[in-house]
């Protein structure tokens, strides 16, 4: 029962450089999302997809890209990491065009931008 | 667009005390609303959900109430344990999941 998977657990950026968040999802869910979590602020969404192929921008959408060429994969790519992009990121899948489905989390990646 | 916003927190209470945490919602049409809850360390797992005007939700002595009229869908329980102890997000879909800004809830012997 693997569910939504997501790595590296936990990363240390320098300023500037550049990585991608790996998400992948065991569910044929046709919904994925990116949040970010920081501390007081909540659960802000950056990017979403309905299904592969189609991507649209959330709340806070600067800085980030994401591509989805499968069902199964949702990768979040950082360019030029500034230290405003530390943060705890979460991937989530669901069946988002039911009414009423139940998104399923990923544990999550602490990234640490220096 | 959509949005969500809760009380601030964080909450603390003791043992068996009464639990309210207030949610209120924009949102065009009718969106589910949603509670998630997350333990220390893990992703946000489904508490409860209602999909439509003056549905209840209810899970683990939890409750939300779907209101319209309100917009609002309050958590409520009637006694909390220590074993509550979390973060609780309240979250509208009407198209892309929307959360609130998190609720923390320490429960105290």
């Known amino acids: 029962n693997a569910g939504v998977t997501q790595t590296p657990k936990f990363r240390i950026l320098k300023i500037g450089q550049s990585m991608t968040l790996q998400c992948t999802q065991d569910?044929?869910?046709?919904?994925m999302y990116w949040y970010r979590q920081d501390p007081g602020m909540g659960l802000k969404l950056i990017y979403y997809?309905?299904?592969?192929?189609?991507?649209d921008k959330g709340e806070v959408p600067n800085g980030y890209n994401v591509s989805r060429s499968t069902t199964e994969d949702f990768p979040l790519r950082l360019e030029l990491a500034a230290p405003s992009q530390t943060s705890v990121y979460f991937c989530?899948?669901?069946?988002?065009?039911?009414?009423?489905?139940?998104?399923?989390f990923g544990q999550g990646t602490r990234l640490t931008v220096v | 667009g959509d949005s969500v916003t809760q009380m601030e927190g964080p909450v603390t209470l003791s043992e068996e005390a009464f639990l309210t945490i207030n949610c209120t919602y924009t949102?065009?049409?009718?969106?589910?609303l949603f509670w998630y809850v997350q333990y220390p360390g893990e992703g946000l797992q489904l508490l409860l959900k209602a999909t439509k005007a003056d549905d209840k939700g209810s899970n683990k002595g939890f409750e939300a109430t779907y209101r319209k009229e309100t917009t609002s869908f309050h958590l409520e329980k009637g006694s909390v344990q220590v074993s509550d102890s979390a973060v609780y997000f309240c979250?509208?879909?009407?198209?892309?999941?929307?959360f609130g800004q998190g609720t923390e809830l320490s429960v105290k012997p």
């Open positions: 997809s309905v299904g592969a192929g189609i991507t």
């Open positions: 979250g509208t879909q009407g198209g892309k999941l929307i």
């Open positions: 569910m044929n869910h046709n919904y």
């Open positions: 989530a899948s669901s069946y988002g065009d039911r009414v009423g489905a139940e998104a399923f």
């Open positions: 949102a065009t049409g009718y969106p589910s």
